[in-house]
């Protein structure tokens, strides 16, 4: 027995064998991982209670005691005490708090800045260069309106970081002295957190507000964010930024080793984190595991051998039906040979000018030819499908295409006869589909060959619908003619092989009846199906369904429809022939919200050629808080539909209905949207919105939307419209990166440099969407579907519309509770995505290289143009800082230095962190001003 043969022939039901034991010893195991974790993080949030109390316990001591020496001070400045007097009361108080036996645990000492002199109580013998002003503990201070703790950081008598309890003096009526500040020792924080552990090699962090390390057994630098400590340390402070819980998050910590971590929030906004070994996380769950794997194993062997044998006999009954199916195959193709020649040459002597006998002969010999290749061609097909050797060859393809090849193909069979044809087309067809486009059209050929041929006179109708299906789009083609019918004692025969159902006054003789099988049978495997209704004498009509993956849910729209009704269509699926008469905007200003940057970016640059002023927000509660403010008032809101904690359809119920203002209620809030599917419109009209727009975002769509909700100004009114037409892709011009036509997206957004901008936002902010994506599990369905409907939309936004398809497989299967796909498609997900993200680094790093060979050459940035950086970045003036920001990366930077800071701001702006980027230029100013 060839046991390798029967393993293959039976390799699926091996497969679900060894699959159903193995689910039940993952099952096994989950439940024991499930009660191991819970153990973990009952013992974790006892450590944590405790760690919690110790802690609060060794900040809150040194404010009280802090606050006392604040009284006394304010006592003896309002009775103006002299400088000396109030430096000998801070000695002696410092003195007196850092005694062993009943001082303050960590305290250092205390010091000010009192009016305008240092007071030293400490012993820090500062010499003349030393500027208090200029020292964290007062520069933090002066920004804040009560007492507050610094972030770490390094004074002259500490080996080690120290923080700062510091407050603004007041004298008692009101009077302004200076600052006051005590130091507090970390060390002991730090010997605390190295004890907070629940297993061997576990470890405890603290991290303050500002998500800058307090407090790490090895690490000893100040001034160190959270971030800064590696990668998976980057999406932990990614997401305490944004409120969210982390518990077991894996990471490696800074001693290379894959970790466990926790973080909880303090009393005061501080954090405490706690790291734990992974190694013995999952010790006793591994452990197990691979037991319960091993019986599984061994348990599944026994039935799959009984299933090799049961394969065996089945292979001997299948060995005489698969040999007449490779002979008919066979004999198909010696046949098709000859008939090719023979087809080939007639044709070319019909072209020649020869005797009426002759041509007649040939014509003839041709179409029967012909026939008798159509005829061949079902009959290897139907044996390709019976033995199992069909493939179906799936790949994007365009629908309003399809069915105008289709068509024309089939419409010269009319020839003399009297018949009509006429095409009805459902308009909001979507229009890039993914299926086997040959074998769509071998289906609509049969159907539309069928209805020319056994129709004498009358009428022939090609209707064309869809249906929303499953997450797949059911694409609708139904032929109708006005041939004799078909009897209903025939119809059940329409569907059987070598079958023939058509009254023989109405057949052409010259068709193996094979046809409307293979319909059947192709339909059937695209999970679709056929259908007919037939009348004796009025004709019939053939339905046929097919499930169709959808690309690009953008309708065809009624012009195509009408163009392809009319047999006038003439295929366009990119921009290179797009114009538009743009009115201009300039005084108008848009709120566009999006978690996605990449997005935010697509929107601002498609916005650009209008003149707009546009601001951004990146979540749903960023635009609640906008239009409660009233100011800046917005023309129209862009909201995005699907957003982490609050979605648009929140934001917008938030908006109006509980603002309560005639702003919030009025405002045109259009919503963005990469789920456009047909009746979505009714449902975000209902929800509060105007209007909404699909993603990707069509430049002509959105052209509509701001015609129609974004009102012009009084001054504007004699403005004249803008044609805009495609931009120059310039260096983009035949470049194709991934798979994506770069010169025609350069075009769509309007020149190389706006659609790098984008690509390169792309490549930054993908990664950390990835991150969200890696090991989803049953329970975070709704996380990651959120993350994943993310990626769908900024991957299509830059034409990768292979990793945006298989990312709304994957959204389509979280909303269905579907875990099974996600775990089957993520991996391949995920690796697309990360050869997307590669490949257009590549090429953004090719050009961007030659671009900075080219740049003029400098050796500082502009003063000038970074103060004007700093006042847009006050003032949040996007736009502006966006033209700023270009004029200094114009030119190429000599110190590392500048080049650094350079990118430093860019980083910030693109993340719209403009509060650190104003104060980072301010101490950069100040700075070189002193220089």
Known sequence: MNWIRSLLEIRKQALLVFASFLLMASVACLALSSVVQDNVLNSLSEEINKSEETIMAYLRNPVIAFNNVYISLQDKLDNDESPEAVLEYLSSVSSSMRRPEDGV???????????????????????????????????????????????????????????????????????????????????????????????????????????????????????????????????????????????????????????????????????????????????????????????????????????????????????????????????????????????????????????????????????????????????????????????????NYNLPSLINDSVQMNIVLIGDKPITFRLDIEATLPSVLWGDELRVKQILNNLLSNAFKYSLRGQVTLRCSWEQAEGRGLIIFSVADTGLGIKAEDLGKLFTPYGQARNKANRQGDSTGLGLLIVKQLAERMGGSVEVQSEYGRGS?????????????????????????????????????????????????????????????????????????????????????????????????????????????????????EIGTDYARSVPIIALTANALVGNDKMFLSQGFSAFVSKPIDITQLDGVLRQWVSRRPDEAGALAVIQRPADPGTLENVVAAGIDCGAMARRFGGDQNYLKVVESFIKHTPLILSRLQNPSSGSLTDYRIAVHGLKASARGIGGLAVGALAEQLEMAAKNNDYQTIDDKNAELLTEAHKLVEALAGLVDDLRGREEAAKPAAEKLDPELLSRLKAAAGQFAIDEMEELLSQLEGLS?????????????????????????????????SARRRE
Request: hydrophobic residues 45%; charged residues 20%; proline residues 5%.
């Open 105 to 395: 645990q960590g305290f250092l000492g205390i010091y000010g800045f009192i009016n305008g002199q240092f007071v030293d109580s400490i012993g820090l013998n500062p010499d003349q260069n030393y500027d208090p002003q200029q020292r964290p503990w007062y520069r933090q201070t002066i920004l804040r309106s009560q007492g507050s703790y610094t972030s770490p950081y390094l004074n002259a008598l500490a080996e080690h970081p120290i923080i700062s309890y510091t407050q603004k003096l007041y004298g008692k009526k009101g009077d302004f002295y200076g600052v006051l500040s005590m130091d507090l020792d970390l060390l002991w924080l730090m010997d605390y957190a190295k004890s907070l552990q629940i297993m061997n090699g576990g470890y405890g962090m603290i991290v303050n507000e500002y998500l800058y390390v307090v407090s790490h057994p090895y690490v000893l630098s100040a001034d160190l964010p959270l971030s800064r400590m590696g990668p998976d340390f980057e999406v932990i402070s990614d997401l305490l930024r944004r409120g969210q819980a982390v518990n077991a998050v894996s990471v490696k910590d800074v001693n290379g080793v894959r970790s466990i971590a926790f973080f909880r929030k303090l009393y005061n906004g501080w954090f405490i984190g706690v790291i734990l070994p992974a190694s013995q996380y999952y010790a006793a769950v591994s452990r197990m595991a691979a037991i319960l794997f091993t019986l599984a194993v061994m348990l599944a062997a026994a039935p799959v051998y009984l299933l090799l044998r049961l394969n065996a006999v089945k292979m001997l009954a299948d060995a005489e039906s698969q040999a007449k199916s490779a002979f008919l195959a066979m004999m198909s193709h010696e046949i098709r040979t000859p008939l090719t020649a023979i087809i080939g040459l007639s044709g070319l002597h019909l072209r020649r000018d020869i005797p009426e006998v002759l041509l007649n002969d040939l014509h003839a010999i041709h179409r029967a030819g012909t026939t008798l290749l159509g005829i061949i061609n079902d009959i290897l097909d139907m044996s390709k499908i019976r033995s199992e050797r069909f493939d179906l060859i799936e790949d």
């Open 541 to 657: 009509v053939f339905t046929v369904r097919l499930r169709q993956k959808i690309v690009d849910p953008t309708p065809i729209g009624e012009k195509a429809a009408a163009r392809l009704a009319s047999l006038k269509h003439a295929e366009d699926n990119n921009y290179n022939c797009l114009t538009l008469l743009r009115e201009p905007m300039t005084e108008a200003r848009v709120l566009v919200v999006d978690d996605i940057e990449t997005n935010l970016e697509v929107a601002r640059r498609l916005l650009q050629p209008y003149g707009l002023k546009v601001d951004c927000a990146r979540s749903g509660l960023a635009a609640v808080q906008a239009v409660r403010a009233g100011e800046p008032r917005y023309d129209a809101i862009f909201m995005d539909h699907m957003m982490p904690e609050m979605d648009g359809l929140e934001a917008t119920r938030i908006i109006r209905q």
């Open 893 to 925: 930077y000599s110190s590392p230095g500048e080049a650094e800071l350079l990118a430093w701001l860019r980083e910030q702006a693109d993340n719209l962190e403009y509060e650190p980027l104003a104060r980072r230029l301010a101490e950069e100013l």
